[in-house]
């Protein structure tokens, strides 16, 4: 259903994140749809290479932090995700469910330095507490609408992100790009991380 033409690596160990739910043995294309100029909780939407609706991105309007939640499909809230206030690096950090609960944080993201030309974001999973190596890695430019996710602190591509440009896409006042999720890889995981790439971005201050 899913399937591309294309071979690619699977990664040697499933990398379940989120959940095994979501991790598949063949590569994953996704298409991702930013709204662009809503105040409505939809901003995101995320469709499998049909058309079929996989997951939605719902934006907590007017809370103190920057809040989103991803639902599945049948509108199931997966994860929620928030911008940690005052951090220098832009830290996003990713709970289970509905919960903001420290118990409940899965990973964060953050920024690998605080000035940069290129996107660089460091992943580190909750049990990761010294933060010495990243467990994920994401490298790119946004403006280009192009980014790498990587394994760790290697070249052990997981998931990679083009641009999906369109003169109508402009005209009904969307942003798309695809998203191609490799073998094994939790696809929620790498929707979540996207997103995040895209809100650090648009953060044009380059501080919370």
Known sequence: MMMTGTSYPAAPIPVAVVSPHFCVGYPVDLTIVRKLMTLSE????????????????????????????????????????QQKLLSAHQRWQ????????????????????????????????????????????IEGSWFERSCVIYAGNSNNIIAQMHRKHSAQSILLGKDTFGVTVYPNVDYAFVVCLIVILEEINQDRSGED
Do not use: Y
């Open 94 to 137: 990713v709970f289970r469910g509905e919960s903001t609960n420290a118990k409940d944080m899965l990973f964060s993201v953050r920024k690998s330095s605080l000035l940069q030309m290129k996107t660089k974001l460091d992943v580190f999973m909750a049990a990761n507490t010294k933060e010495d190596v990243c467990d994920f890695k």
């Open 42 to 81: 939809g901003t995101f939407g995320v469709t499998d290479v049909n058309g079929n609706i996989m997951f939605r991105i719902k934006g907590k309007l007017l809370s103190i932090h920057d809040r989103r939640v991803l639902l599945d499909a049948a509108g199931t809230p997966i994860i929620t995700f």
